[in-house]
T-cell receptor, first 115, second 109 residues
Framework: GAVVSQHPSWVICKSGTSVKIECRSL??????MFWYRQFPKQSLMLMAT?????????EQGVEKDKFLINHASLTLSTLTVTSAHPEDSSFYIC???????????FGDGTRLSIL | GQQLNQSPQSMFIQEGEDVSMNCTSS?????WLWYKQDPGEGPVLLIA?????ELTSNGRLTAQFGITRKDSFLNISASIPSDVGIYFC?????????FGKGITLSVRP
């Protein structure tokens, strides 16, 4: 149980393109979903927390107009990197949690490469 | 901000050996978790701890939530080659997680 699916697993696109990443909880309802960014050989950095039906809460230093998050249902959250540039290249990982105090379960991540 | 300390950055052990990893913080947390991440994949939950002093096992893995709520350790017994990967500790407060920098474990056959 507690399977989280992330799509796509990797994407390469030109600078200026907007990229959408989907995160789905397959066998449970996720009241809260989280988006992280991970640079090579580093830890996970929380970007934002989203609750179904409400606006995402962004961490300090994360541009909310750059990284658009939508959590329209209890099983789906999306992250859109708008007008992506090479410095946005990274490994983006989502996680989902059911009820409060339940652990976060992670998707397999999306490798984003902006040329 | 809150930080979790994991060291060393890398560990090298022989297949069959036991290994212990520690994670410490200057802050108190209500939840401690251990995740394993393989290259190019997301972290996989190994053990979740919710109560100070709690000792929990998952197969060859054992983890404890420190009594002070500021630390946790993970033990892997009788290591096998597939134990290689990056082991992250994470600690939670108010549903958000703070992650350690991870320990890369290598297992020599």
């Amino acid at each position: 149980g507690a399977v989280v699916s992330q799509h796509p697993s990797w994407v390469i696109c030109k600078s200026g393109t907007s990229v959408k990443i989907e995160c789905r909880s397959l066998d449970f309802q996720a009241t809260t979903m989280f988006w992280y960014r991970q640079f090579p050989k580093q830890s996970l950095m929380l970007m934002a927390t989203s609750n179904e039906g409400s606006k995402a809460t962004y961490e300090q230093g994360v541009e909310k107009d750059k990284f658009l998050i939508n959590h329209a249902s209890l099983t789906l959250s999306t992250l859109t990197v708008t007008s992506a540039h090479p410095e946005d290249s990274s490994f983006y990982i989502c996680s989902a949690s059911g009820q409060a105090n339940q652990p976060q379960h992670f998707g397999d991540g999306t490798r984003l490469s902006i040329l | 901000g809150q930080q979790l300390n994991q060291s060393p950055q890398s560990m090298f052990i022989q297949e069959g050996e036991d290994v212990s990893m520690n994670c410490t913080s200057s802050s108190i947390f209500n939840t401690w978790l251990w995740y394993k991440q393989d290259p190019g994949e997301g972290p996989v939950l190994l053990i979740a701890l919710y109560k100070a002093g709690e000792l929990t096992s998952n197969g060859r893995l054992t983890a404890q939530f420190g009594i002070t709520r500021k630390d946790s350790f993970l033990n892997i017994s009788a290591s096998i080659p597939s134990d290689v990967g990056i082991y992250f500790c994470a600690a939670g407060a108010n549903s958000k997680l703070t992650f350690g920098k991870g320990i890369t474990l290598s297992v020599r056959p």
